[in-house]
């Protein structure tokens, strides 16, 4: 595994040389342990209990709508998920699912600081997301994030997720920025590698996005372990 770094104003990353800092949500700023406990057990549970099928084959079904819908935008839509999960005309409600375990919703270490430090360097904090709106704003209503930000860039607004490269190209179209002095933190692989295609200059991925688990491998991108101000 790569070695993981924790970000500091100085020396490790020399924010004089970016303008604008991109941000992810969940598993960067906010701990995807929120996010692992839903899909992994809550929602599946639920399902199971909701369908009345063996709990084998609705496993199995879920893991094939899971494998459809993986790596297209409709995998991070609330809309598309409730449509597929349906049982006839008894549909889910997934943001009432989210709720459920809102509790969980929480900062990763360091996060607010290091915000408020950006800001106060007059840096341009824009969150990049591909969580479905809704989800944005429960997590919204649970952690002050959206009062630390400057700009709220929405995959399912430019109609593209963060690991194609058309993201990336649409949000040059609506964000003021210069790639070449921006800098990108987030802990989807995929979506550092589009935005590097695309030809933003500074890459960080997360080390242990979930503090529930163990570090991931984040090669070839360096790994920040922890938001540090100092």
Not at 48 to 76: C, D, T, V
Request: glycine share 6%; net charge negative; hydrophobic share 40%.
């Amino acid at each position: 595994m790569n070695k993981s770094e924790p970000l500091r104003l100085t020396p490790e990353f020399d924010f004089t040389k970016v303008d604008t800092v991109l941000l992810d949500m969940d598993g960067t700023l906010l701990d995807l342990h929120f996010d692992a406990q839903f899909w992994k057990h809550h929602l599946p549970e639920r399902f199971i209990n909701k369908s009345g099928l063996p709990e084998q084959q609705a496993r199995a079904l879920l893991e094939q709508r899971f494998s459809q819908m993986q790596g297209q935008l409709s995998w991070y839509c609330l809309d598309d998920w409730s449509r597929a999960l349906s049982i006839g005309d008894d549909r889910f409600d997934l943001i009432e699912l989210k709720r459920e375990l809102a509790d969980l919703i929480s900062y990763r270490p360091g996060v607010p600081a290091f915000l408020d430090l950006l800001g106060g360097m007059q840096k341009k904090r824009v969150l990049v997301t591909n969580a479905h709106p809704d989800s944005v704003a429960l997590k919204f209503e649970h952690v002050d994030l959206g009062h630390r930000l400057d700009a709220i860039y929405n995959a399912h607004d430019l109609g593209e997720p963060k690991e194609s490269l058309c993201f990336w190209q649409k949000l040059a179209g609506r964000l003021d920025f210069q790639p070449q002095r921006t800098l990108l933190i987030d802990d989807n692989l995929q979506a550092l590698a589009a935005a590097e295609q695309f030809g933003i200059a500074y890459l960080r991925a997360v080390a242990q996005p979930n503090s529930q688990q163990g570090p991931v491998e984040t090669a070839p991108y360096a790994a920040l372990s922890r938001f540090v101000v100092r």
